[in-house]
């Protein structure tokens, strides 16, 4: 297993329509699936966060993303195949910008189709974090990314600067409406 340096804002392959995987089981995406637990798992015992990551951030421009909260969880050729009605905005991160924060509106639920490691097709309907984890992942399949989907006034913020506003002690204190939840999505 490799730990791969994480690929960049401005780095091409994070704007590349990622290609799907046509042999799940093979040894090639094992590697890949490898790597990025891998690398995710690095970046958690550095800074103490990160939930999920996806191939192109290791510079793998194809359909699959890592999953690490209560256990991990891969999902090959994930599409989002239903949507609710009901939205909310968080202050969303990711590791190809560490240190902005942008709001962005997310569908409180959602409904995911996807591979498994056999390559077996799965159904399975998220919401809240987990929904906004899982729209921001398949993002970066598609080349989208936070920064793409500004939401309202004053839409970007440096961490530290959004810590001195909303931590502890900060000007406003801790956001108090779902509006402004820190999704540390990363
Ligand atoms: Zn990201």
Redesign the pocket.
Known sequence: MTIHRIRLLGDPILRAKCEPITKPRSTAVRVIMDDMRETLRDWQSRFGSGRAI?AP?IGAPVRVINVEMDQPWTLINPEIIDIGNEDFEVWDD???FPNLLVRVSRAHRIRVRYQDLKGEWTEVEVEGDRAELLQ??ID?LDGV??VDRPQGLDPFCLREEWHRLHGPGGRYGPPESRSETYAT??
Do not use: I, K, T
């Open positions: 996806a951030q990711c590791f190809s921001h992942e970066h990314l936070a999505s990363l």
